[in-house]
C-alpha cells in the first residue's frame, strides 16, 4: 500500500474520477450578494485606517512572487525596514503572515529544546510569548544569571496597557549573559523611537496594520548576526519549515546565494503595499513621525482631561503614543460607550486586553490618522457617549 | 533580574528614551521612487493573474478584523469554500497565509509525537510534506497495514508535473485503516472536480492564488468530523500557537462558541479578496469552471501538437487542467526559451520544480486567464520562441 509515484507513473487507482455530470452541491445564497465593508474610523489599538496611496498600490495588477522585479520590490521593502527600524542588518525581511507569525518564527529559530526563554509580563503580549515558549517545551526562569536564558522578550509597545517600555541598557545586561534580546514593536513602531543597533536589540520585530498603515498581513522582522549566529548554529530544525530562517533568508536574497528557490508564495499584493507604507515614512522621516504621535497623543490627552477623563498611565513619559488607554469613566458600562461610538460614529475604540479588560478603553491615532482633527472626532464621540450612555448612580 | 511587570508598575530601567533629537540613519535612497510593477501575462503555475473585480474588492478601504461585519465576510468566505470545495463540514475556514501554511496547520494539528505520516511522493508537494513530517520527529512507514499511519497525503493538481491526481476509492482504503486522508488542492481547485464529503477526504486544502484568481495570502481549509474528532482528542498541543486549529476555529466562529477571542489579526483585505474570488466562482458555477479549464486545455492542446509540440503528460485523463507541462522541444536551452518568451512577449510561463526541473516547461491557464485567446497569446509565444532561439544541431 505504498505508493512511490514519479511523475508520469501508473495513477494510484485505475478508477476514473467521478463524471462531470454529477450534481454539485449549489452554490450559497450570500454568495450571490455583493461585498458590503462599511466605512469605519479606525481609532482602536490597530489595525488603522489604510491611506488611499497604500491602498491603490495593494489594488495593483500583481506578477510574479519570484519575478525580478519582485526582487527588487523585496530588496526595497528589506531597505525600507532597515530604516525603519534603524538598523544596518543583513537579515532583515518580511513574513508572509501578521505580526503573530514574525513571534512565532523569532521563537521557533532560536531557540532549541532545553533552553531557556524569559518573558517579561507587562502585558498580554509578554504572556502569549510565554505560552509559546511552553508549547515548546521550555519554561520560564526566574532569573537570568541562574539560568541562563537563550532569549529574552519584552514588548516595546504594550498596547493593552498603552505602555511604552523604555529600553535603553536592556540589551547591554542580555549581551553579559549571552541572552538575545527580542523586542515587539507591533504597536510602537514609527509612532516612538527604536534604534535596533544603537540599543543592542538582537531580534525586533513589527506589523505592517499599526502606525506603518498597511493592510495586515505582513510583519517586518530582522535579526543581528549575533541572532544569526545562534540559529544558524542550531543542532535540531525547526519546528516550522515555513518559518524556518534558512529558506526565508534565501527568498529575501540575504544568504549570499545567486539564486533564490521556491519556498512559498508570498503575499505580493501584501508586498505592494507595505513597499508603499514604508517608502511614505522614508519620505516623512522618523523624527518628524514620532514628533508628529507625540503632539497628536499630547493634544489627545489635553482634550480628555477636559472631559475629566483620566489616563490610565499616570507617567507621561511611559505613555505609548500610538494607542492611549483611558481609565473606564466611573459609573459607565465600558461596552455601551463603545457600543454607542461605533453605532453613532462609525468609530472604533476598544476595551482592555487580556489582563487590562474592564480597566481601560483604547484609543489609537496611528500614522495615517495621527491628526489633530482625528483626535477632535474622538473626544466628540467620547463627550457624546458619556452623555447619552447610562449612569450608575452607584 | 526578573521582572514581573503589572500594567501600571515601574519600568524596567529608570533610564530614559534616547532624546528625539538623536541622528537617525537616513531613509534609503531607493524608497523615494515609486512603486514599479510592470504588466505581466501570469501564465505560469501561479499566481495567476487577477481580475480587475478581484483587485478593486482587496483595494477597499479596511475595518477591523473584530468587526461584526468581518464575521459576516469570514461567515460568506466558509460558505464559499463549503461550496467550492462541495462539502457541507462545519470546520472550514482559510487559513491567514499560503498553501504552505495550511500544510503545515494540517500536520501539526493532527499529527502527535510517535505518530506515522504516510505521503504519496508524486512530485515536489508530496516530497515538500514529506520534509515537513520529518522535521516533527515522524518518518514515513512504507505499508499503511503495517505501521497504521495517522495520516495520509496526496496532492489532487501535482503542478510540477501537470498531473490530476484520480482521488476516487482512497478515502475508503484510509477509512479502513483508521487513516486521515489529506488532500492538496492548490493547483487543481475550481480547474477539475474535487467532492470532498462524497470522495471521503478529511482534510482539503488549496491557495487562493491559482483558479480562484486571489493575490497570494490566503488559503482555504476545511476538516470533516473525523478530522476533528483526531485533532481536538490529542494529548499534546500542536507546536505552533499561531496554526493551532483550537484557535482557529474559534477566530472563524466554528467552535460553537458565543464569543470570538483575539487570536491573530487577520488579512482584512485578502479576505475582502478571497471574498470576492469565491463569489465569481459561485456565480459561474463549479461545472462550468470544470468545464471551461477542460475546453480550453484541450484547445491548447492541439495547439501544442501543432506546433510539433510534445506534452509531458500522454494519459490525456491524468492532465491537470490549470497547468499543461510540456516536453522540452528537442535542441533547445528551455531557460532561453522563457526569457526571449518573458523579454519579448512580457509572458511568465516556467521551468519544471523539484524533479521535473529540465525534463519540463509549464503553461497555467488558471480561472480568469482560462480563455482561448491567451491560449492563442501562449501558442503565438512559443512559436515566436521556436523561431529565434537558438536550436542546437545535437
Chains 1, 2 share one sequence.
Not at 156 to 179: F, N, T, V, W, Y
Not at 343 to 355: D, R
Request: glycine fraction near 8%; proline fraction near 7%.
Amino acid at each position: 500500500l505504498y505508493f512511490p509515484l514519479a511523475a508520469r507513473s501508473a495513477p494510484l487507482l485505475q478508477r476514473l474520477e467521478r463524471s462531470m455530470s454529477s450534481v454539485t452541491i449549489p452554490p450559497p445564497a450570500c454568495m450571490l450578494r455583493p461585498l458590503e465593508a462599511p466605512l469605519r474610523y479606525l481609532f482602536g489599538p490597530g489595525p488603522s485606517n489604510v491611506p488611499p496611496r497604500v491602498l491603490a498600490a495593494g489594488g495593483r495588477p500583481i506578477i510574479g512572487h519570484l519575478h525580478p522585479e519582485m526582487y527588487e520590490i523585496m530588496n526595497d521593502i528589506k531597505k525600507g525596514i532597515q530604516y525603519a527600524f534603524q538598523t544596518e542588518n543583513n537579515m532583515t525581511i518580511s513574513m508572509s503572515g501578521s505580526g503573530h507569525a514574525a513571534m512565532e518564527c523569532a521563537v521557533f529559530n532560536t531557540v532549541e529544546p532545553g533552553e531557556s526563554v524569559l518573558v517579561a509580563i507587562n502585558g498580554i503580549w509578554g504572556e502569549r510569548v510565554a505560552e509559546i515558549a511552553e508549547r515548546m517545551g521550555k519554561f520560564l526562569r526566574t532569573a537570568m544569571q541562574k539560568h541562563k536564558p537563550v532569549l529574552f522578550f519584552l514588548t516595546h509597545g504594550e498596547s493593552s496597557a498603552g505602555l511604552c517600555h523604555p529600553i535603553d541598557g536592556i540589551g547591554d545586561i542580555c549581551r553579559k549573559h549571552d541572552c538575545l534580546f527580542l523586542v515587539d514593536t507591533v504597536a510602537s513602531l514609527g509612532a516612538a523611537p527604536i534604534f535596533m543597533d544603537k540599543q543592542n536589540i538582537d531580534i525586533l520585530y513589527t506589523g505592517s496594520q499599526k502606525a506603518l498603515n498597511a493592510p495586515p498581513g505582513t510583519a517586518p522582522i530582522s535579526f543581528n548576526d549575533r541572532a544569526c549566529h545562534k540559529m544558524f548554529n542550531r543542532k535540531t530544525k525547526p519546528v516550522s519549515y515555513l518559518f524556518d530562517m534558512t529558506h526565508l533568508s534565501n527568498y529575501w536574497g540575504c544568504d549570499g546565494k545567486p539564486a533564490r528557490a521556491y519556498h512559498h508564495t508570498g503575499p505580493v499584493s501584501g508586498f505592494f503595499a507595505l513597499r508603499e507604507s514604508l517608502a511614505i515614512l522614508a519620505e516623512r522621516g522618523l523624527e518628524e513621525s514620532w514628533r508628529k504621535h507625540k503632539e497628536v497623543a499630547a493634544y489627545l490627552y489635553r482634550g480628555l482631561e477636559d472631559l475629566g477623563i483620566k489616563l490610565f498611565i499616570p507617567e507621561r513619559d511611559l505613555r505609548l503614543p500610538s494607542v492611549t488607554t483611558i481609565a473606564i469613566p466611573k459609573g459607565y458600562d465600558w461596552r455601551e460607550m463603545l457600543a454607542y461610538i461605533m453605532k453613532h460614529h462609525q468609530m472604533e475604540m476598544t476595551g482592555g486586553l487580556g489582563p487590562s479588560i474592564g480597566m481601560v478603553m483604547r484609543i489609537g491615532l496611528m500614522g495615517y490618522n495621527c491628526e489633530k482633527s482625528n483626535a477632535d472626532m474622538a473626544l466628540h464621540a467620547l463627550a457624546d457617549a458619556l452623555k447619552n450612555c447610562r449612569k450608575s448612580k452607584a
